[in-house]
């Protein structure tokens, strides 16, 4: 992704001049945490009372799906949200996705996908992983929902809150470099597990992390 105008840390824009399309691209982020929390409790609920499925395999599952989720939040992340913007469709698709989140990253309102094209995603992988996974999907899914509600939740928070005096401040330091420091690594916000794996820390955070464990001793 080329690099877009200097982040502001206040104010908004406007990415359609449709008051409606306009509206639709922004949400307070309750409405999709809370929507995913119950999706993912209704999908439970099926898993145990309309599947034969045990506890420990409902869990394990569970516990995979939400681990695949920080390996599709990782690659989304970077090879979609950054995607190389060599023709005019392609830097707007990329700029009205993310691009503008990068130019204003302090904008709460686009700090989630809308709802309703996130509730959209979210049914057709149900319908997608139900080809692959039969019943599982009914505990594999619901754990990439939580996910991904989490996901929101530590996005909201790192851009919202200053960071806590706690491990989790290495989130908040993590995707500060990434708007402000270094756009090319750290694309893991909810988990650095796969920028370790593929080898896209950045030196950068590595300094910021010495630095931490300097002020924590």
């Known amino acids: 992704m080329k690099k877009n105008n200097k982040p502001h840390n206040k104010g908004s824009k406007e990415l359609f001049q449709n008051p409606i ?6 949400t307070h982020i309750a409405v999709p945490i809370t929507i995913f929390f119950i999706y993912s409790s209704v999908l439970l609920y099926w898993n145990v009372t ?4 045990s506890l420990g395999m409902s869990v394990l599952m569970f516990i995979i799906g939400l681990i695949f989720f920080t390996w599709v939040e990782y690659l989304v ?25 990068h130019e204003f990253p302090k904008d709460k309102d686009r700090l989630a ?21 039969g019943d599982l999907v009914f505990s594999f899914l619901p754990g990439f929902l939580v996910g991904y509600a989490l996901y929101l939740a530590i996005h909201y928070m790192v851009h919202a809150y200053q960071p806590p005096k706690n491990f989790f401040k290495i989130l908040w330091i993590n995707h500060s470099i990434h708007h402000y420091k270094d756009e090319h690594g ?15 820390i950045t030196p950068i955070h590595h300094k910021a992390k010495s630095d931490l464990a300097q002020t924590n001793t």
């Open 113 to 133: 996908m809308p709802p309703l094209l996130s509730i959209t995603i979210a049914t057709l992988l149900l319908f997608l992983f139900r080809l692959v996974l």
């Open 77 to 101: 992340h970077r090879y979609l949200f950054h995607m190389e913007t060599y023709t005019k469709l392609r830097a707007k698709f990329q700029y009205t996705m993310h691009g503008v989140h």
């Open 50 to 53: 309309h599947t034969s499925l």
């Open 186 to 200: 750290i694309y893991g916000v909810s988990s650095p597990l796969w920028d370790y794996v593929y080898g896209t």
């Open 21 to 26: 399309l306009e509206k639709l691209s922004r």
